[in-house]
Structure formats: C-alpha cells, structure tokens
C-alpha cells in the first residue's frame, strides 16, 4: 500500500496569514493526490484534486501543488472558516490511502 | 444540489450484519462511480470500497475484503453495504462518497459500532 506522510500534525496560525501543509507518498503517485477539509458538523469538502486542481466552488487563496511523491496544499490569507482538519488522500492506485490529517487551529 | 444521505447504522455485536445505505439526490447517480470511506473514533479517513456507475466493478481494502459488499440499484439511486461478520475494528462512522476515487461529495456519516 502507498503510505502518506503528512506534516505537520498541529499548525496554529492567525487570520491573514499564509500556511501550507505537506504530504508525502512512499512511492510516485504521479500527480494523482487530492485534499479535503473536515469540520465538526459539516460534510467532508474536497479542495483539490490531481495534484493541483481547484475544485468547483472552492476560493483561489487554496493551491496545491507537487507532483511524484511530494505535495503541498497552501493556504493564502486565512479565513476564519478555513481552521479545521485537512487531509491529503492518494488516488492513483488501490488502496486509497490517506494522510494522518493536519488540524489547523487558530493561534 | 447534491445530497448523500447515509442510514442502516447503530450498534451491533462482533460476528453480526449490518448492510448500510446511501440515498443519493440532485445528481444522475448511474454516471457516477462510488465510494464508502470510515473514519474510527479519533482517528483518520480510511477508503473502504469502491463500486464504479454501473456495478460492474468493485474494489475492497484487504481488511474487508470476504466480509464487506459494495453494491448499488441505479434505478433507486441507491448505494450499498452489506458488512458480515463485523468485528471491533470496524467501529466507525462510515461516508458515503461520489465519485470511486476522489469524493467530490460526501455524506455526513453513519456511525456503525461493533461491541457486545
């Protein structure tokens, strides 16, 4: 199975600022890694895909990029809303695995 | 809009069943692959299944792999799980995804604890 490192495990930051969380895959997942946000009481929201694609309806001041078996999800400009749990998840092959999750809290 | 509605789950006692169902709205459920993805108390997301739009094809993680079936009635936009002989590890809460790889949408969960 392709395990994913994922760091850091805590980030506190504050409003405004920039943060990026890093995942990192035991083998080349070619650009095929996607991000998620989960907060308490919501549904799990997909950010990126592939590596670096934006999904439909999420701002522009959340990138990723990375390819082979090192990514990074950026923040720019925190929102209030954007303090949560962000997982990274590969979908190249079977099994999908995901990283442990990052919690971004506010500082 | 988008709605994954999961329901079937509670608490069942090690060795039981339990089959889990999604109700999908406001998409063409038949052009989509699906997924079941868990996430035990406290810990992280954990891909379970896979079944692609028309049922043809199905993928399991190892560890469910004989016990659990992925299934689905594209005529009641449904989705399925049937979990035979459930054991602890198995506690969790259990998403409903679209899409067989990346969830663009998820449900909020269904809890399933497996305790005597």
């Known amino acids: 199975d392709v395990q994913m490192t994922q760091s850091p495990y805590n980030l506190a930051a504050s409003p405004g600022e920039s943060v990026s969380i890093n995942c990192k895959a035991s083998?080349?997942?070619?650009?095929?890694l996607a991000w998620y946000q989960q907060k308490p009481g919501k549904a799990n929201k997909l950010l990126i895909y592939d590596g670096s694609t934006l999904q439909s309806g999420i701002p522009s001041r959340f990138s990723g990029s990375g390819s082979g078996t090192d990514f990074t999800l950026t923040i720019r400009s925190l929102e209030p809303e954007d303090f949560g749990l962000y997982y990274c998840q590969q979908h190249n092959e079977y099994p999908y695995t995901f990283g442990a999750g990052t919690k971004l809290e506010l500082k | 809009e988008v709605q994954l509605v999961e329901s079937g789950g509670g608490l069942v006692q090690p060795g039981r069943s339990m089959k889990l169902s999604c109700a999908a709205s406001g998409f063409t459920f038949s052009n989509y692959g699906m997924a079941w993805v868990r996430q035990a108390p406290t810990k992280g997301l954990e891909w379970v299944a896979t079944i692609s739009y028309d049922g043809s094809s199905t993928y399991y993680r190892d560890s469910v792999k004989g016990r659990f079936t992925i299934s689905r009635d594209n005529a009641k936009s449904t989705l399925y799980l049937q979990m035979n002989s459930l054991r602890s590890e198995d506690t969790a809460t259990y998403y409903c995804?679209?899409?067989?790889?990346?969830?663009?949408?998820w449900g909020q969960g269904v809890m399933v604890t497996v305790s005597s």
């Open positions: 995804t679209r899409g067989g790889g990346v969830g663009d949408y």
């Open positions: 083998k080349s997942i070619s650009k095929y």
